[in-house]
């Protein structure tokens, strides 16, 4: 890879799984419960951070969840955007300046600034509940390991 290169990666969402830990019966209103919790739980955000220097977007990719913010810190001496090649937003980066947007909807987004048409990056961004779905995983398989 040539010096300065910026590396890109593809991030693969898990696909949700049963975890079944031993004597629990699987239970399709937790799923509901989870389901309706992860839409009303706005703490469960986070924010994710890309920083802009150089002329460009030090991540060039971004995996998230829908409900996150991703924020851009421009660190350049000049103005930059961070606009959707699908529409859905354009945040404006002024010099030295932030910007941030939410994600409301799955899928990968790619954006690229308005100014400087080389700098380009992506968002995938998948459905709150999996995020939930991982941490539920998670802990019924450490509670399956302690038995």
């Not at 040539?2 to 693969?12: D, F, N, Q, V, Y």
């Not at 004597?23 to 994710?48: K, T, Y």
């Not at 909807?105 to 968002?123: A, D, L, Q, W």
Request: with cysteine; hydrophobic share 40%.
């Amino acid at each position: 890879m040539a010096t300065g290169a910026l590396h890109t990666s593809i991030t693969r969402y898990p696909r949700p799984t049963k975890a079944r830990a031993i004597g629990v019966q699987p239970d399709r209103s937790d799923l509901l419960d989870g389901l309706i919790d992860a839409a009303a739980d706005g703490a469960s955000a986070e924010a994710i951070g890309v920083q802009v220097k150089g002329l460009a977007f030090a991540l060039a990719h971004v995996s998230a969840y829908v409900g996150d913010t991703v924020e851009w810190a421009n660190d350049d001496f000049v103005a930059h955007t961070a606009t959707a090649r699908n529409g859905a937003w354009d945040v404006k980066l002024a010099a030295r300046g932030n910007g941030h947007t939410e994600l409301n909807t799955s899928g990968e987004v790619e954006y690229y600034c308005r100014f400087h048409p080389n700098m380009k990056g992506t968002i995938a961004s998948a459905l709150n509940w999996l995020r939930r779905s991982t941490h539920e995983r998670d802990r019924l398989s450490d509670q399956s390991q302690n038995l």
